[in-house]
């Protein structure tokens, strides 16, 4: 079955909104990350971030390994903000870095 | 730092040739992995490289697929007899050391066979 879920799918925000994006996990991880993609672009290293919170401007990604979940809050979005956005897991004892299936955000001005 | 690079681009192939998709990781990365994206099946991993030796190909197809790491500067992804459904976009990545670290993509390149 499918190792890291995504939520949700897909979201539409006017800009200026706040959106929280959920990863959810069945296995055990060495670490989390989030990734930023445009149509068409290359993956973009958001956060690396195994356990607890981090920031990055409007970004907070906090990760809570016993309750195997993390995510990604996008505070006042922008336009600019549009695209997918993936998690990503390394799974534990094995090194395999395996990807929920994204959530796609549009963000409308 | 040029990051990871990916050639070509884009790569167009009639059913049942070859194609040969090239990668060079970052300066100092000693793990390479490769991946495919399509719409329907998002990103699957293929397999990866620790120091040039082969640790993960669980996620090759058996027939067709085949890697290599020759040295460490760069990786190549073999395609035989390629099929449409091998139409994809074919990410590699590399990181430090392979554990517990960052990813760094390269831009992909976009098989696309007739």
């Known amino acids: 079955g499918q190792q890291v879920q995504q939520s949700p799918a897909s979201l539409v925000l006017q800009e200026g909104e706040n959106a929280e994006l959920q990863c959810n996990f069945s296995?055990?991880?060495?670490?989390m990350q989030w990734f930023y993609q445009r149509p068409g672009g290359s993956l973009v290293s958001l956060f690396y971030?195994?356990?607890g919170t981090k920031h990055s401007g409007r970004l907070t990604s906090t990760t809570v390994i016993k309750e195997r979940r993390s995510s990604l809050h996008i505070s006042s979005s922008q336009t600019t903000d549009s695209g997918t956005y993936l998690c990503a897991l390394e799974r534990a004892n094995t090194n395999k870095v395996v990807f929920g299936t994204g959530t796609r955000l549009q963000v409308l001005p | 730092n040029a990051g990871v690079i990916q050639t070509p681009r884009h790569k167009v192939t009639g059913k049942g040739q070859e194609a040969t998709l090239w990668c060079e990781p970052i300066s100092g990365h000693s793990a390479v992995f490769w991946y495919r994206q399509t719409i329907v099946q998002g990103l699957e991993f293929l397999t990866y490289f620790r120091n040039q030796a082969p640790i993960d190909d669980s996620g090759m197809p058996k027939e067709r697929f085949s890697a290599q790491m020759p040295n460490q500067s760069h990786s190549t992804l073999k395609i035989q007899s390629t099929q449409p459904q091998d139409s994809a976009v074919y990410l590699c990545?590399?990181?430090?050391?392979?554990?517990?670290?960052?990813?760094?993509f390269g831009h992909g390149t976009k098989l696309s066979v007739l």
């Open positions: 990545a590399s990181s430090l050391d392979g554990q517990n670290e960052r990813l760094f």
């Open positions: 971030n195994p356990s």
């Open positions: 296995t055990s991880l060495n670490s």
